[in-house]
């Protein structure tokens, strides 16, 4: 089992900047890859951003550019820097860990909301 906590949300003017981090307990040895995903109301869950055990990283083309995730094997955590922010940007974000094995993500954080408004 595999617990994640979220935090760093809240509020962003359009242009402006928040960082989400997601800390992961547990069994996390067969843990590959860690994502952000993101859902407005109304909306699908939508992939923002992932990044595998070695670092290779992924990003939703509405992100490309303007957020960065990071992750620290060590510290079992994952980040996701968030810049330029624009109001579409608005949703609740979650956390997510995949198995090597799985196609889907198998463990899901509460999420945190980030709202972008003036």
């Known amino acids: 089992q595999v617990h994640l906590v979220e935090s760093g949300g809240g509020l962003a003017q359009p242009g402006g900047s928040l960082r989400l981090s997601c800390t992961a307990s547990?069994?996390?040895?067969?843990?590959?890859?860690m994502g952000w995903y993101r859902q407005a109301p109304g909306k699908q869950r939508e992939l923002v951003a992932s990044?595998?055990?070695?670092?290779?990283?992924n990003y939703a083309d509405s992100v490309k550019g303007r957020f960065t995730i990071s992750r620290d094997n060590a510290e079992n955590t994952v980040n996701l820097q968030m810049n330029s922010l624009k109001p579409d940007d608005s949703a609740v974000y979650y956390c997510?860990?995949?198995?090597?094995?799985?196609?889907?993500?198998?463990?899901w954080g509460q999420g945190t909301q980030v709202t972008v408004s003036s």
């Open positions: 997510a860990a995949r198995y090597a094995s799985s196609d889907t993500y198998d463990y």
């Open positions: 547990g069994d996390m040895l067969r843990i590959n890859d």
């Open positions: 990044i595998t055990k070695i670092g290779t990283t």
